[in-house]
């Protein structure tokens, strides 16, 4: 089993920076894949960035170029930099770890918003 606590949400305003944070405890030596997912109103969720045990990431068109993520094996934790902020990025974000052994599965974090507003 797989926890993940995430912090770092918030309001901030458009042009502006956030920092979000996903530590993942429990049987962490089984995820292959850990990343930010984010929902908006009335939207489907969507992935925003992800990257593998090894270190190769993707991200998904509209952050290209503002949002950097990041790990840090030590503290068994994923960060989400998101710089020049924008109304359209407002959403609920979800840190997400993906297990693929013994089985593939998803562990999801409780979400945090992120409000980007003047």
């Known amino acids: 089993q797989v926890q993940l606590v995430e912090s770092g949400g918030g309001l901030v305003q458009p042009g502006g920076s956030l920092r979000l944070s996903c530590a993942a405890s429990?049987?962490?030596?089984?995820?292959?894949?850990m990343g930010w997912y984010r929902q908006a109103p009335g939207k489907q969720r969507e992935l925003v960035a992800a990257?593998?045990?090894?270190?190769?990431?993707n991200y998904a068109d509209s952050v290209k170029g503002r949002f950097t993520i990041s790990r840090d094996n030590a503290k068994n934790t994923v960060y989400l930099q998101m710089n020049s902020l924008k109304p359209e990025d407002t959403a609920v974000y979800y840190c997400?770890?993906?297990?693929?052994?013994?089985?593939?599965?998803?562990?999801w974090g409780q979400g945090t918003q992120v409000t980007v507003s003047s």
């Open positions: 990257i593998t045990s090894v270190g190769t990431t």
């Open positions: 997400n770890a993906r297990v693929t052994m013994p089985d593939e599965y998803d562990y």
């Open positions: 429990g049987s962490i030596f089984s995820i292959n894949v």
